[in-house]
Structures are given as structure tokens and as C-alpha cells.
């Protein structure tokens, strides 16, 4: 059974910063591209950040100089380190494997 949790959302006022992590279980993790992804009340979903199996990563242009994506691939775990948080940031936040497993999200919060 395929299982992707995430933890470390919370409210957090707007230019502080978060940790959001993501563990896998149920898959290879170490052959799965994995994401971020984020979505706010009224709006469509939208990428955040991947990172690839070989470590590439990308970021969404909103975020671009304020959030980080890693992995480490021995303990399953993907992470998205957020800094400068604003209160547009706000969103549940989803991780997913390939875009075909999908975790039940963390929100965030930021006020202004």
C-alpha cells in the first residue's frame, strides 16, 4: 500500500519559514520523480517544486529564490524548505510521486 504523509504545516506570519516533509512508504522511492504541489481555496492546483530521481530540481517561478526541494532517498523522505513566506503562500500543500500517488496534504498558513 502506497502511503505519502506530510507533516510541518502549520501558521506562521508572513516572512518567517517552514519545513514541510513528505514520507513514502509503499514504493521504490529512490526511482520516483517527487513534487510539491500546493493548492489554495477557489484555485487550481500548482507545482511548487519537483525534484527528479536523479536530484534536478524545479521551482515554480512564485517561489523561485524562497523555497528548496530535497530528498533523501535511504530514509524516503522529500522536504520543501520555505522561506520568506507570504501570505499568497497560503495553500494546502500535497506531495506526490510521479504525479500518480498523491498524500492528503498540509496546510499552511501565512498571515500578514
Known amino acids: 500500500q502506497v502511503q505519502l504523509v506530510e507533516s510541518g504545516g502549520g501558521l506562521v506570519q508572513a516572512g518567517g519559514s517552514l519545513r514541510l516533509s513528505c514520507a513514502a512508504s509503499?514504493?521504490?522511492?529512490?526511482?520516483?520523480?517527487m513534487g510539491w504541489y500546493r493548492q489554495a481555496p477557489g484555485k487550481q492546483r500548482e507545482l511548487v517544486a519537483s525534484?527528479?530521481?536523479?536530484?534536478?530540481?524545479n521551482l515554480g517561478d512564485s517561489v523561485k529564490g524562497r523555497f528548496t526541494i530535497s530528498r533523501e532517498n535511504a530514509k524516503r523522505m522529500v522536504y520543501l524548505q520555505m522561506t520568506s513566506l507570504k501570505p499568497e503562500d497560503t495553500a494546502t500543500y500535497y506531495c506526490?510521486?510521479?504525479?500518480?500517488?498523491w498524500g492528503k496534504g498540509t496546510l499552511v498558513t501565512v498571515s500578514s
Open positions: 506526490s510521486a510521479n504525479q500518480i500517488y
Open positions: 509503499g514504493i521504490t522511492f529512490s526511482i520516483y520523480d
Open positions: 525534484i527528479t530521481s536523479d536530484g534536478w530540481t
